[in-house]
């Protein structure tokens, strides 16, 4: 069965920092290019970064560089969202995707709430 499970959300303060963790099963996550997105009530869903195959290439949102970074563990099957310097606009659920060509897969997403 293929899935992907986020975990690491929770309740920051502004200025925090949270590890987000992407866990693939069924698939083999070196195929895929993964991203992580987020969607606040009311608000479509945006990308937040995005890393190649063996993690050699990353790309940001404008509003998360310099304080977020994704990273890709292909050994563990996972992939990783840093987010560091929290603000309170960054708060939404976050999801993982993998894509590869015609497939992609989507997590369920993690809640992710920064307040003081």
């Known amino acids: 069965q293929v899935q992907l499970v986020e975990s690491g959300g929770g309740l920051v303060q502004p200025g925090g920092s949270l590890r987000l963790s992407c866990a693939a099963s069924?698939?083999?996550?070196?195929?895929?290019?993964m991203s992580w997105y987020r969607q606040a009530p009311g608000q479509e869903r945006e990308l937040v970064a995005g890393i190649s195959y063996r993690g050699r290439s990353t790309n940001y949102a404008d509003s998360v560089k310099g304080r977020f970074t994704i990273s890709r563990d292909n050994a563990k099957n996972t992939v990783y969202l840093q987010m560091n310097s929290l603000k309170p606009e960054d708060t939404a659920v976050y999801s993982c995707?993998?894509?590869?060509?015609?497939?992609?897969?989507w997590g369920q997403g993690t809640q992710v709430t920064v307040s003081s």
């Open positions: 995707n993998a894509r590869r060509a015609d497939t992609e897969y």
């Open positions: 069924g698939f083999t996550l070196s195929w895929y290019v």
